[in-house]
């Protein structure tokens, strides 16, 4: 059986479907722990912004469970790495998981618990300098729960 978290999927409350976790990538990336740090938990909403090639985001929909929810958002900026990741994340047909292009940097309707992402950060202000980080920043802030966590 699968492990998230240190624990056994089936102690999530909820199986981990078959082909979610990256086994072979999981130890090299650490995800068990980091996942715990992430303090995501059965129920809740996760967007992993620019998620490349949806990892993060295959192992977010196993530990939300069926009563969560990840939206995988790539940013108007980020539309072209979309061009690959959102139509083979979408094939996946992974029911709790939304793959979205966004016309701005993070449009919402409701408050989500995490905003997540890897490997991005780092880039935001390659156009456009503190501004776009300070948009970036603005736009993930507004979009979370009070306690959320980025």
Do not use: C
């Amino acid at each position: 059986m699968p492990h998230v978290l240190g624990v056994a999927a089936g102690e999530l409350g909820h199986p981990v479907p078959f082909g979610i976790l990256v086994e072979s990538d999981d130890a090299r990336r650490h995800a068990a722990e980091v996942i715990a740090f992430s303090g995501a938990r059965a129920g809740s909403t996760v967007v992993d912004i620019i998620p490349g090639a949806a990892y993060w985001t295959r192992i977010f929909t196993g530990v939300v469970g069926p009563t969560g929810h990840v939206w995988a958002v790539w940013p108007a900026g980020a539309a072209a790495y979309a061009e690959k990741g959102k139509p083979a994340l979408e094939a996946r047909g992974l029911a709790n998981v939304s793959a979205v292009l966004d016309p701005a940097i993070l449009t919402l309707d409701k408050p989500v618990d995490l905003v997540w992402t890897v490997q991005n950060y780092h880039d935001i202000p390659n156009k456009g300098g503190e501004a776009a980080l300070a948009a970036f920043n603005a736009a993930v802030l507004k979009a979370l729960k009070p306690g959320g966590t980025y």
